[in-house]
């Protein structure tokens, strides 16, 4: 999805002021030393960062919008664009990928239509690839939020992806 269509698929309106005021008051005393957490607070209520809400954060904070788009690009945990409900992070470390995660991550692409990065139209899945999560003993592995598939075989994805809504 290209920023521009990012942007209109949330629109103003469609931003809990009164939450994002609780956000950054009460739960994190408007302080930019917690700047990070901020964004990750947004990022739980929207499952990305709309460009209204940190567009608001900025205004809020007396941080240039320029300065969170920095924090926000940089940390690959920040999603600019709009994620699906279920977050699925095929490992393609060396452990992984010596014992086939290569097979696992296309038969998620061939099952999902995507590619890494892309969202299902539905967005129920938002498909990624990573280097690592650390369960080299259990490989291939895949993330699925947060939990995990070990020692995955291709042909058990769709069984695996009928577990989630």
Not at 93 to 109: F, S, Y
Request: net charge negative; proline share 5%; glycine share 6%.
């Amino acid at each position: 999805m290209s920023e521009s269509a990012a942007m209109k698929s949330v629109q103003s309106d469609d931003i809990d002021y009164l939450e994002l005021d609780r956000v950054i008051e009460m739960q994190f005393s408007g302080d930019t030393e917690n700047l990070i957490m901020m964004l990750q607070a947004i990022q739980g209520l929207y499952n990305y960062l709309p460009p209204p809400a940190v567009a608001y954060l900025a205004a809020k904070i007396g941080v240039p919008l320029s300065r969170l788009y920095e924090v926000a690009t940089f940390y690959s945990t920040f999603s600019l664009a709009p994620r699906g409900r279920h977050l699925i992070s095929t490992c393609l470390g060396t452990a992984c990928h010596v014992r086939g995660a290569a097979r696992v991550q296309e038969r998620l692409e061939d099952i999902l239509e995507l590619e890494p990065g892309q969202t299902t139209a539905d967005r129920r899945f938002t498909l990624e690839s990573v280097r690592c999560v650390g369960c080299c003993s259990l490989g291939p592995v895949v993330r699925i939020n947060d939990d995990i598939h070990a020692r995955i075989s291709s042909d058990r994805i769709p069984k695996i992806l009928d577990q989630y809504d």
